[in-house]
């Protein structure tokens, strides 16, 4: 059973950066895909970026050139480092698994493994 944890969320003025882990256990990441995504009050939960079992990367429009997801298979950890933060990016995000596929997603109801989420707010 793979477990995700979150770290990293906090408040951050605008223009700012953070940088978020998610930290995996019961698995090595080598075997799945790894998302991220975020839920703002009020709204669906959206996809932000993904890093895929063989390294391939993929970006939501509105995060492209300011957010870049990696990880470290080593520490069995993903992070999404967010620069130039914007109000609008104030969310609660979230990292998730599932079992690497040939077909990339960006939706939710595609992965299995969800952590509890971390809260990112951005004041102007």
């Known amino acids: 059973q793979v477990q995700l944890v979150e770290s990293g969320g906090r408040l951050v003025q605008a223009g700012g950066s953070l940088r978020l882990s998610c930290t995996s256990s019961?698995?090595?990441?080598?075997?799945?895909?790894m998302g991220w995504f975020r839920q703002a009050p009020g709204k669906e939960r959206e996809f932000v970026a993904s890093?895929?079992?063989?390294?391939?990367?993929y970006y939501v429009d509105f995060v492209q050139g300011r957010f870049t997801v990696s990880r470290d298979t080593a520490t069995n950890t993903v992070y999404l480092q967010m620069n130039s933060l914007k109000v609008e990016d104030t969310a609660v995000y979230y990292c998730?698994?599932?079992?690497?596929?040939?077909?990339?997603?960006?939706?939710?109801?595609?992965?299995?493994?969800w952590g509890q989420g971390t809260q990112v707010t951005v004041s102007s």
């Open positions: 019961g698995g090595s990441i080598d075997f799945y895909d």
């Open positions: 890093i895929w079992w063989n390294g391939h990367t």
């Open positions: 998730a698994a599932r079992q690497r596929q040939w077909e990339p997603t960006t939706r939710a109801s595609d992965f299995a493994y």
